[in-house]
């Protein structure tokens, strides 16, 4: 893991849009680029949703785990957030966990393979808790990611587990993604959770289409795009919480995430939260 880290130190592009910045910079944080900014004024020519995208993002990721937290999970793995700045102080993932936890503190673990992300938020979130680790993995590694040290030490893996999984977007291949579902599947005890995040253009006006598409592959080349039917495939064999799979607003509105409620669509994600049996 360390000598990735610096592989990626050294390959920190300030030129090139990220999704985890992009979304960072639409919900209004601070851990971005020029590019970021650049991107998001693209998307919105493009399709004027961005920043709703963005902050529906955050709301769907609040809401599910302050859902599980408030059902007794009190260990999460959150994969792919970007650890966002956009959200309020004392607004984290880990301090909505927190908040809505039953009995002990929850812990932790953000997983970003970002380097900015990753020393921002080193610098900012574990220097203050204890309760809090933050490690350089990527979901397209999976059997590396699940071995991380600190993955296995910071966490009791006897006991249930809330993976959620915000970096869909980088895996491409269907039969590795099954894969994925499959290793944090035997990874995990009974009682577990599994949250997936998935980008989709299925609410995009048809004319709309080829810009967007022609967009994404300049801003972000290789970003994984699925229809609802294909999102419904990786997730077959797997118990849904209700509301099943969803538009991300649709996810258990609560009235205090309530972006994109009004046109669920322009989230351009679908979410869904599977109990493992």
Request: aromatic residues 6%.
């Amino acid at each position: 893991m360390r000598q990735r880290a610096i592989r990626n130190l050294a390959k920190l592009d300030m030129t090139q849009a990220r999704i985890t910045r992009i979304l960072d910079a639409a919900a209004g944080g601070k851990n971005h680029f020029e590019a970021d900014r650049d991107a998001v004024r693209r998307y919105d020519l493009a399709a004027p949703v961005t920043t709703t995208a963005a902050r529906a993002v955050l709301g769907y990721l609040r809401r599910v785990v302050r859902h599980l937290a408030g059902a007794g999970v009190d260990q999460f793995v959150i994969v792919g957030s970007g650890v966002p700045s956009g959200l309020p102080p004392g607004g984290q993932l880990h301090d909505v966990a927190r908040d809505a936890a039953r009995v002990s503190a929850p812990r932790v673990v953000y997983v970003e393979n970002d380097p900015m992300v990753l020393a921002g938020a080193r610098a900012t979130i574990e220097p203050v808790t204890d309760l809090v680790r933050v490690v350089e993995g990527d979901i397209r590694e999976i059997d590396e990611l699940l071995d991380d040290r600190v993955l296995q030490t910071f966490l009791d893996w006897d006991r249930p587990v809330a993976v959620l999984l915000l970096s869909t977007h980088s895996l491409n291949d269907d039969e590795y993604f099954h894969y994925v579902i499959k290793r944090i599947r035997q990874a995990v005890q009974e009682g577990s959770y599994l949250s997936l995040l998935q980008t989709t253009f299925d609410a995009i006006p048809p004319e709309l289409l080829p810009a967007v598409h022609d967009l994404l592959a300049m801003t972000l080349p290789g970003h994984a795009i699925r229809t609802r039917e294909e999102v419904e495939a990786l997730l077959r064999g797997l118990v849904l919480v209700d509301p099943g799979l969803v538009w991300i607003p649709d996810w258990r509105p609560d009235g205090q995430d309530a972006e994109g409620a009004e046109q669920p669509g322009a989230s351009g994600g679908y979410g869904a939260v599977a109990r493992i049996p």
